[in-house]
């Protein structure tokens, strides 16, 4: 009857309804989850170089009362000040994801030489790479001149290059920057631990870091960012990867973009 066809529709409704706020519930499980699993890492990430540096600094302060002491002074102060760097690159990264979600990431354009800014950050990480004693091979069509914005283009460099050591495996990095019929092209390539192809889907998602390689540490922030950084720029970054030999990050911007 035309009753029962009535009942029927209002119960089907009411099912919907409970569907859906069963999916909601789960998804805000899921999202507070997430979000204490992240606390857990930022805090983790902020703490490790936090106490190098107090212990650097701890070293700097017993041993400048110590006589001829000049050159292990130096040591400690140099292990402060890269310390003293890495926590200002992970706070940077959390504060830029406030400022990306709320809409204010301004650009700087100018114009610039984005070989020379390449050559600028392979000589700012020299001494970590060598430490790891990685070698950096790079190929770069110089000059590469555009208008872009300096700072975030280097940012998105020195993201490529450290996940490029971090997951390396000490083998050479090679870097190559060119023209394109459409502007310019960078690529950053290692012959490390790669990605599977179901990472290669996420990683360039928010808190997002392959699930195999929890150990190497990191917030999962660096590739999303860069992936903001060139979006704003007008460019696009995209990977190639495969599992055991390597992954390859290339970035396209054009040269000129409007204010
Ligand atoms: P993280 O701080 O965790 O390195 P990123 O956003 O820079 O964050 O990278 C996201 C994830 O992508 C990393 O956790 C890692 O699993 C993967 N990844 C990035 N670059 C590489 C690379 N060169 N080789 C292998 N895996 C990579």
Redesign the pocket.
């Known amino acids: 009857t035309e009753d029962d066809f009535t009942f029927a529709q209002e119960y089907a409704a009411h099912a919907t309804y409970a569907i859906d706020n069963a999916r909601l519930y789960r998804e805000a499980r899921e999202a507070v989850a997430l979000r204490d699993e992240f606390l857990g890492i930022a805090g983790h990430e902020l703490r490790t170089p936090l106490t190098a540096l107090q212990l650097g600094l701890q070293r700097l302060v017993g041993e400048s009362a110590v006589p001829g002491e000049a050159a292990r002074l130096a040591k400690w102060a140099a292990t402060c000040q890269r310390q003293g760097e890495r926590l200002g690159r992970l706070v940077g990264d959390l504060l830029d994801v406030s400022r990306i979600t709320s809409g204010r990431l301004p650009m700087v354009l100018e114009e610039m030489d984005l070989s020379a800014l390449m050559e600028e950050v392979a000589a700012r990480m020299g001494q970590e790479l060598e430490k790891v004693g990685c070698r950096l091979v790079m190929k770069l069509q110089a000059p590469l001149t555009g208008r872009w914005d300096r700072s975030r283009l280097d940012q998105v460099l020195t993201?490529l290059v450290s996940?490029?050591m971090?997951?390396?495996q000490g083998r050479p990095i090679e870097i190559t920057a060119g023209a394109t019929p459409e502007g310019v092209r960078l690529r950053v390539r290692?012959e490390?631990?790669?990605?599977s192809p179901e990472?290669q889907a996420r990683?360039f998602g928010r808190f997002?870091?392959?699930v195999s390689?929890r150990h190497?540490g990191?917030?999962?922030?660096?590739?999303?960012i860069s992936q903001q950084i060139v979006t704003q720029l007008g460019g696009h970054i995209r990977v190639e990867?495969v599992q055991g030999q390597g992954?390859s990050?290339t970035v396209e911007l054009p040269r000129w973009v409007e204010d």
């Open positions: 993201n996940n490029a971090k997951y390396g290692d490390g631990i790669g990605i990472d990683i997002e870091r392959a390689e190497y990191g917030l999962g922030l660096g590739l999303w990867s992954s990050f």
